[in-house]
């Protein structure tokens, strides 16, 4: 079982639609969570990071974590072209405090 | 220069050849990273340095040397590389890595192809 899961994609939305990016982890112990968007040929760029429980809301962006789950998703609301890139799910470890990355969802919004 | 910045931005090196990477970060913080990041494959954490101390290596090639001589640079040494060793090598860096509460911030990467 891969440490931190992601669905690879590509995820296709219409221009205005909400963006649903979802993330499983392993680790229990599990503390931090973080989104990461990396456009093609760029470096990852932080979005937003969540600590506890539920939701937190930055701009059209949404972060929800559910650790009994052990689940975190990204809500992108009223999605635009220019969110077409790939989103990284990271998750510091319990035990190791190091920062393990999934692999990734390619999102498109077609305009 | 802000953030956190990297040179070369490409670099294309034979399998004799010695190379080294540079970071430098100007956010004034304590931890930084070295990352590999390949083709269909999650970024792979290589070198960690908290406080210029070397906390992480994360079982990487002795082909592959890091040095951090203050908390605001950070090298890689490279030399004799394999053609598999080319990727997007990105450093990155964070207030202190030893914190639960720690976000790292990426620098732009170099592009290293080996022939």
């Known amino acids: 079982q891969k440490e931190v899961e992601q669905n690879s994609g590509p995820l296709s939305v219409p221009e205005g639609a909400i963006a649903s990016l979802n993330c499983t982890y392993s680790?229990?112990?599990?503390?931090?969570f973080f989104w990461y968007r990396q456009y093609s040929g760029k470096s990852p760029e932080l979005i937003m990071f969540?600590?506890?429980?539920g939701d937190k809301e930055d701009g059209r962006f949404t972060a929800q974590l559910n650790k009994a789950s052990q689940y975190v998703s990204l809500l992108i609301r009223d999605s635009q072209p220019s969110d077409s890139a790939t989103y990284l799910c990271?998750?510091?470890?319990?035990?190791?405090?190091?920062?393990?990355f999934g692999q990734g969802t390619t999102l498109q919004v077609k305009p | 220069e802000t953030g956190v910045t990297q040179t070369p931005r490409h670099l294309v090196m034979g399998m004799t050849n010695k190379k080294s990477l540079k970071c430098e970060q100007h956010l004034g913080h304590n931890a930084m990273y070295w990352y590999k990041q390949s083709a269909k494959k999650p970024l792979e954490l290589m070198f960690v340095y908290n406080f210029k101390e070397q906390t992480e290596n994360n079982s990487v090639p002795s082909r592959f040397s890091p040095e951090c001589p203050n908390s605001s640079h950070l090298f890689l040494h490279l030399h004799t590389l394999q053609p598999e060793d080319s990727a997007l090598y990105l450093c990155a860096s964070s207030q202190d890595g030893g914190q639960t509460l720690d976000t790292q911030y990426f620098g732009p990467g170099t592009r290293l192809t080996v022939l």
């Open positions: 680790d229990r112990g599990s503390q931090s």
């Open positions: 990271a998750v510091k470890g319990g035990n190791t405090g190091k920062l393990i």
């Open positions: 969540i600590y506890s429980n």
